[in-house]
């Protein structure tokens, strides 16, 4: 079973180690003494924690569309030249980047500062453990 130190979890949460303390005072969140006798948050509580406190701006769109994966940010960079055109948004604390046209660019309007919302459809999705090797 993993368990995350409160620094951990705070880290993971992008919250303050204190933020995280004080839920565990008013019991917000759950934490036991580990071996160490440090306080160690469940992971499967820190995950159902983390998708109950997740919030997106909501999509300003007004499309239908099958792929579930939307971001809504803002547009902070712009690479263009003639024909191809690198476009950056942060999205809450996710950097997207997507290459597109340049012409698509021109044709929605899209300079620093767009409100803008990436829309990700990917049959391949990787996932990562660190420090596992297979």
């Given at each position: 079973?993993?368990?995350y130190?409160?620094?951990?979890?705070?880290?993971?949460?992008?919250v303050?180690?204190?933020t995280?303390?004080r839920?565990?005072?008013?019991?917000?969140?759950?934490?036991?003494?580990?071996?160490?006798?440090?306080?160690?948050?469940?992971?499967?509580?820190?995950?159902?924690?983390?998708?109950?406190?997740?919030?997106?701006?909501?999509?300003?769109?007004?499309?239908?569309?099958?792929?579930?994966?939307?971001?809504?940010?803002?547009?902070?960079?712009?690479?263009?030249?003639?024909?191809?055109?690198?476009?950056?948004?942060?999205?809450?604390?996710?950097?997207?980047?997507?290459l597109?046209?340049?012409e698509?660019?021109r044709?929605?309007?899209?300079?620093?500062?767009?409100?803008?919302?990436?829309?990700?459809?990917?049959?391949?999705?990787?996932?990562?453990?660190?420090?596992?090797?297979?």
């Open positions: 079973m993993t368990h130190r409160i620094s951990e979890a705070a880290e993971l949460l992008g303050s180690d204190d995280v303390r839920w565990v005072d008013t019991g917000r969140m759950d934490a036991a003494a580990d071996s160490a006798g440090r306080l160690a948050i469940d992971g499967a509580q820190l995950a159902a924690f983390a998708a109950a406190q997740a919030s997106a701006p909501t999509d300003p769109s007004t499309v239908g569309r099958s792929a579930r994966n939307r971001f809504v940010g803002i547009v902070t960079g712009i690479t263009m030249d003639t024909v191809m055109a690198q476009v950056e948004l942060q999205c809450g604390p996710h950097r997207v980047v997507s597109m046209s340049s698509a660019v044709e929605l309007g899209l300079e620093i500062g767009s409100l803008s919302v990436a829309v990700i459809k990917a049959t391949n999705v990787i996932v990562e453990t660190p420090g596992r090797a297979a």
